[in-house]
């Protein structure tokens, strides 16, 4: 963003730019899942309304199915209450390192 913001976007081609705001809107989902685990419920619902979901059935780079489908699922997980059993699985799915096999 700091590059972007000090000029450096008339260097950025179109398509580059795209992946660019792609992987931020890729990054704010993966937000709104980490602000559900810790029952962050409003911030969540923030992050989410940030991200680019356009940006995002359009961007080859990223899986684009998959982030559709959790943004889908955040959207309602985070208007519900929250659920212990289903956050501690989704920390255990996306924060708990594990040896490859």
Known sequence: DDYLN???RAQ???QALGAYEGHRSEDRVIAAVTHYIKGE???GQ???RSARLMRIARSPG???WRLLTIATGMWLLLRL???ERLARR???RWH???APR
Do not use: I
């Open 6 to 8: 000090a000029g450096d």
């Open 12 to 14: 950025a081609t179109p």
């Open 41 to 43: 419920m409003r911030e």
């Open 46 to 48: 923030m992050a989410l």
């Open 62 to 64: 990223l899986q684009r």
């Open 81 to 83: 209450p929250r659920q």
């Open 90 to 92: 989704m920390f255990e």
């Open 96 to 98: 708990v390192k594990r």
